[in-house]
């Protein structure tokens, strides 16, 4: 038996839908394991889905820029060069022309290329979400690993933590600056209001790290606290800080996203545990 896979593009520009093979599967008598679709099989696909998917896509958006939208005059071929671009589905060279720009308007620069100003970032969103959560959870080296078991890619331990800690950094910018008080007004005000609509729990846990610098023992360990907070609706959201060590502890602003995600409740009690025991309850207050 031959079954081969074809991807079929259709667009207004073309008279007729433009028809490509991307794999062809050829089987004998049937086996245990040549049942279905082997796992290189499945990348090889994939792989090939992308690249047309992508070239098809690139062309497009080319063609789409050429035309000057004040005169709507063609811009005239500079060159071309290729943009390595990496995704889940393999790492692509994807040819990339450099127009002329229209003498209509006055232009900062000669000639720009559209898909280099389009694709700033050259690796694709989905992949640096796995990367940075598959590193988070377990090593570096295992997540390239495993990515490149199951997808049709190859990364490295370098690579992975290098996304990771870009990705943490983006997201560590976008907590926002400290805030040591949630709480508006006048002590009389808290007193006056009513029994907590909800209840936020809160755990905290920490431990001691070796790290891979200091002269002597003392300074060669260090004490991360980590931390989940569950609203009583909603998902969960997870925070952690290096004691003695960061200057804005995520701890204090990752609680704080939590509590503004419940910005429709205007108090509500905070449960904090710790060690699997109830370490303590507070009322917080915010007014939205």
């Known amino acids: ?81 290729e943009i390595i671009w990496r995704s889940l589905f393999g790492k692509l060279k994807i040819q990339s022309p ?41 090593s570096y080296g295992l997540s390239a690993e495993i990515l490149a078991d199951v997808l049709p890619m190859q990364t490295n331990s370098q690579t992975v933590t290098l996304n990771t800690q870009k990705v943490a950094a983006k997201l560590e910018a976008e907590l926002g600056e400290e805030q040591v008080m949630f709480a508006h007004g006048c002590i009389a005000e808290w007193e006056a209001l009513s029994p907590p609509d909800g209840r936020l729990t809160v755990g905290l846990d920490g431990g001691y790290v ?22 009583w609706e909603g998902g969960a959201k997870c925070f952690s800080f290096v004691n003695n060590y960061d200057e804005k502890p995520q701890g204090n602003r990752g609680l704080r996203n939590s509590i503004e995600n419940l910005h429709r409740i205007r108090h509500f009690e905070i449960q904090l545990r710790s060690n699997s025991s109830v370490a303590g309850t507070i009322t917080a207050f915010y007014v939205y």
């Not at 070796?210 to 609203?231: M, N, Q, T, Y």
């Open 98 to 138: 450099r127009l002329y720009s229209c003498s209509c308007q006055p232009q900062e620069k000669k000639s720009f290329s559209p898909l280099a100003s389009l694709v700033t970032e050259r690796s694709a969103p989905e992949l640096l979400y796995l990367q940075t959560k598959w590193g988070s959870l377990m």
């Open 210 to 231: 070796r790290s891979c610098e200091g002269k002597d023992l003392k300074a060669s360990w260090f004490e991360v606290i980590v931390g989940k907070s569950v609203p």
């Open 1 to 81: 038996m031959k079954v081969t896979v074809q991807i079929i593009v259709e667009h207004e520009d073309l008279e007729e839908p433009l028809v490509e093979e991307i794999g062809c599967l050829c089987r004998g008598d049937l086996l245990p394991e040549t049942l279905g679709l082997t796992l290189q099989e499945g990348k090889d696909l994939l792989a090939n889905i992308q690249a047309t998917m992508v070239k098809h896509q690139a062309e497009e958006y080319v063609d789409q820029q050429r035309l000057c939208p004040h005169c709507n005059r063609q811009r005239s071929n500079k060159g071309t060069h």
